[in-house]
């Protein structure tokens, strides 16, 4: 996992509120979105490469930009390739949308190449551990 900040900062209880306002328009790709969750379950634990859960995350990427047009940029569509070129196999960017952290997955021999590719941005490290998702100051 590669996570990076991309610098954009908004505010996501207005692109939440828009995104309400169209959910019966947006149903089809909300029930598709609910659908991936399980999917990628069971991806996780499975034996599946995860080079699968990458591209799982990728069409999850390409459903929430369907939800509004503030979900994305062409500075974070501009970001979300950079990743892309760069070596991984899929991401999406985190939250409400519009800004805020892009987290992609990546194979270990492409992490470097990624890192490079967001050198003017800020990286994040993840680690995932048994206890779940936990805030380390260093």
Same mark, same amino acid.
């Given at each position: 996992?590669? +996570? ?8 996501? !209880? ?5 995104? $309400? ?25 499975? #034996? ?9 995350? !990728? ?16 500075? $974070?569509? %501009? +970001? ?7 070596? #991984? ?13 892009? +987290? ?12 490079? #590719?967001?050198?003017?941005? !800020? ?5 995932? %551990?048994?206890?779940?998702?936990? $805030? $380390?100051?260093?």
């Amino acid at each position: 996992m590669f +996570l990076v900040f991309t610098g954009v900062k908004r505010r996501a !209880h207005e692109l939440e509120a828009r995104k $309400i306002r169209n959910m019966d328009a947006n149903r089809g790709h909300l029930q598709r979105m609910r659908q991936m969750v399980d999917q990628g379950y069971s991806l996780l634990a499975s #034996a599946q490469l995860l080079s699968q859960f990458g591209a799982l995350l !990728h069409e999850a990427w390409m459903a929430k930009r369907c939800l509004d047009g503030c979900v994305t940029s062409p500075e $974070i569509d %501009s +970001l979300y390739e950079r990743g892309i070129v760069a070596g #991984a196999w899929g991401g999406k960017l985190l939250g409400a949308g519009g800004g805020g952290f892009l +987290l992609f997955v990546v194979p270990p021999e492409k992490r470097l190449k990624l890192t490079a #590719a967001f050198a003017d941005k !800020h990286e994040i490290r993840v680690r995932i %551990s048994a206890p779940g998702s936990q $805030i $380390i100051f260093q």
